[in-house]
Every structure is written in C-alpha cells, then in structure tokens.
Nanobody, 121 residues
Framework: VQLQASGGGLVQAGGSLRLSCAAS????????MGWYRQAPGKQRELVAS???????NYKDSVKGRFTITRDNAKNTIYLQMNSLTPEDTAVYYC????????????????WGQGTLVTVSS
C-alpha cells in the first residue's frame, strides 16, 4: 500500500490550495484518512481527518477555512485550503489508518510522503 500526496506549492496569504492523497494497492478497506502537518521546529500535528462514513474532525485553527473530503471508491482524500496564512506553512502528510488488503485482512497504518505548502505574507 502506498499513499501519494500532491498539490502543495507556494501561495500568497489569502490564497487557496487543494491537496490530494491517493492510496494505492490491493486495498480491501480503509478506516480513517487524514492530513497532518509539520512546520519547521514544531511537532507534527493533526490538521483534519475523515472516517469511512465521512465524519470529519478539524484542528481548531483551520475550522471554517479547510475542508477535507473523501472518495471511498478511489481511496482518495482531498484537503481544500482557503484563506491561507503564513502560519499554515508546513510539510503536509497524509495518513491512512486501519488499512486492510485483500490478501491480509489485518489492519495497518500508512503515511504518505510530505508535500510542502508555503504561504507568503
């Protein structure tokens, strides 16, 4: 199983970006998916998460600005980020937890490679 994240880049404050993360492999089911971020010198933190039934959870500072969505058929999640501020600058990582494959119904967690989001003031 691999997670492929994309969509990062450089944007001015107030702008928008859309991140995507696709899980590939012989996937049977995925329980939760989400986005974490890590800014320079800071710990990695949860930004948003979404369950298979599409219940969502957000970090307080992004509520109302970020929207996480999920396409279960494609095992893909998206993070629409609006009204970006320099404080949103970080490497964003996608994660999938409770992943079972057709050959192994045990559940495992996976992380994707990071994608850099830079917001200029």
């Amino acid at each position: 199983v691999q997670l492929q994240a994309s969509g990062g880049g450089l944007v001015q404050a107030g702008g928008s970006l859309r991140l995507s993360c696709a899980a590939s492999g012989s996937i049977y089911s995925v329980r939760d998916m989400g986005w974490y971020r890590q800014a320079p010198g800071k710990q990695r933190e949860l930004v948003a998460s979404i369950t298979a039934s599409k219940n969502t959870n957000y970090k307080d500072s992004v509520k109302g600005r970020f929207t996480i969505t999920r396409d279960n058929a494609k095992n893909t999640i998206y993070l629409q980020m609006n009204s970006l501020t320099p404080e949103d600058t970080a490497v964003y990582y996608c994660t999938a937890s409770g992943v079972a494959t057709w050959s192994d119904r045990n559940e495992y967690d996976y992380w994707g490679q990071g994608t850099l989001v830079t917001v200029s003031s």
